[in-house]
Nanobody, 116 residues
């Protein structure tokens, strides 16, 4: 069974940085895409960024230029470097992994809180 685990959330002041990590285990397959999404306290879910197996990246307009998604050193890992954080970035951040032929798997989320 594929398991996805996020880490690295926390409390930071506006303008600060955080680095989130995501690791997927329980599969011998490499990911086709790994994605970060977030859900605010108002239960609004927003796509944040995606990294494909070929290395292509895509970002939501709200984080473009501030966030960077990258492949981790280990298999099926991804990181999200978040700079110039704003209070509006406060949310629970979720990582998901798409494995073609198997499905999409989600982690439990990690809380990011940005104080003004």
């Amino acid at each position: 069974q594929v398991q996805v685990e996020e880490s690295g959330g926390g409390l930071v002041q506006a303008g600060g940085s955080l680095r989130l990590s995501c690791a997927a285990s329980g599969t011998d397959y490499s990911f086709s895409a790994m994605t970060w999404s977030r859900q605010t306290s108002e239960n609004q879910r927003e796509w944040v960024a995606t990294l494909t197996r070929t290395g292509d990246t895509n970002y939501a307009a709200s984080v473009m230029g501030r966030f960077t998604i990258s492949r981790g050193n280990a298999k099926n890992t991804v990181q999200l470097q978040m700079n110039s954080l704003k209070p509006d970035d406060t949310a629970v951040y979720y990582c998901s992994i798409l494995i073609v032929g198997t499905g999409t798997f989600w982690g439990q989320g990690t809380q990011v809180t940005v104080s003004s």
